[in-house]
């Protein structure tokens, strides 16, 4: 069959290089896409939220399955246009619709979906223009440190932990009364400080059937030992080695089984991935977010261990048949070393060239923010440049070996975090 996949980072590439493995793909298009995806097959410049000439693309070319990487097409309701078309509604759809996908494009409306199905999660109240006055105060009086989260989507930006109460109400009235994040923070949820490990768990929905996919855990800050400024992802493992069958049951108990049940009884029909970030409080999980599609870069480590066939699983799941698929997942470690540019999360210079990756050996590259410049040759085109993803019988094993090839790659600026995994080695 012929595939479309919408993205252009890491998470896009890992995606193309798993379902070329497949003996179904016939032909994968992926847009807009980059260097790294066009090895598994063709790019095509459409934006991803030009849904009109998305259609007319899938139309022309026979596509039979849709998978959405990033959120934003999702939010602004892709899945809706295409189930809205006569041409278009019979394409199998990886992707929630707009309502669905709330479950990321609004804090307040996840919030709200937790408390509604009884899924643990840190207690908080939302607040608006009309009770910006109850918000300060209430902030004032909030224990510390307080967590203030944009409802809309800000880019990874839109949540702020204070630890002064001073400082907490003037953010939220720069929130709220300054837009500080657009019209994303017109609400702001303020929420309490859970304590605790974080990992991340990744579920796919046919709308009644689940499959929980391997654990990762991710590593947000730019500096060793969790410092500095909140990036991205600068790299990430899988599975997380606390998250045992035990653990995992609680996490189906509590969590998976009623957001599939109360998505089921809000008559969203949700196909698509659900990605949930979860805080492990003295053992016990709590949900911290949900995201409406796979994590950038733990995709990178996730899907490389599947061994079954992916695409045939998406297939299963937009046919609403996931239940008759086996997932079957490698028993090794994975972990990823993303490189970064000079003076990323902040300003960051691009089109300085890449040399080096043909010499990597036992590691899968996953290409981010690359690109090839008039001459052909490989740049750097954005903060996270690439992802070098390895396996192991532990992490430490996995991670030394992505560390070693890092060091191959050469550009101006290379900077990468080699302790990824810190916690478990
Ligand atoms: P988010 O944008 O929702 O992923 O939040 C960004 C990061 O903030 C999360 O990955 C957590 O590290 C942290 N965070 C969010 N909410 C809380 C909370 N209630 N308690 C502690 N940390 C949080
Ligand atoms: N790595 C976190 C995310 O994809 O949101």
Redesign the pocket.
Known sequence: MNVLLLGSGGREHAFAYKLTQSKHCKQLFIAPGNPGTAKHGINVNIKLNDFEELGKFCMQQNISLLIVGPEEPLVNGIRDFFEADKNLANIKFIGPGKLGAQLEGS?DFSKDFMIKYKIPT?NYKTFTSENLHDGMEYVKKHSL?V?L?ADGLAA?K??L?LNDNEVAVNEIRAMIENKKFGNASDKVVV?????GI?LSVFVLSDGTNYKILPTAKDY?RIGENDSGL?TGGMGAVSPVPFADEAYLKKVDERIIKPTIEGLKNENINYVGFIFI?L?SVNGEPFV??YNCRMGDPETEVVLPLIKSDLLEMLVACADGKLDEYELLIDDLAAATVMLVSAGYPGDYEKGKQIIGIDDIQNSQLFHAGTQLNENGELCTNGGRVMAITSFGKNINEAVSVSINNAKLIQYEGKYFRKDIGFEFL
């Open positions: 804090k840190a440190p967590v989260k990874g839109g949540v932990i929420e309490e400080y859970l304590n974080e947000k909140n970030g805080m911290i977010e």
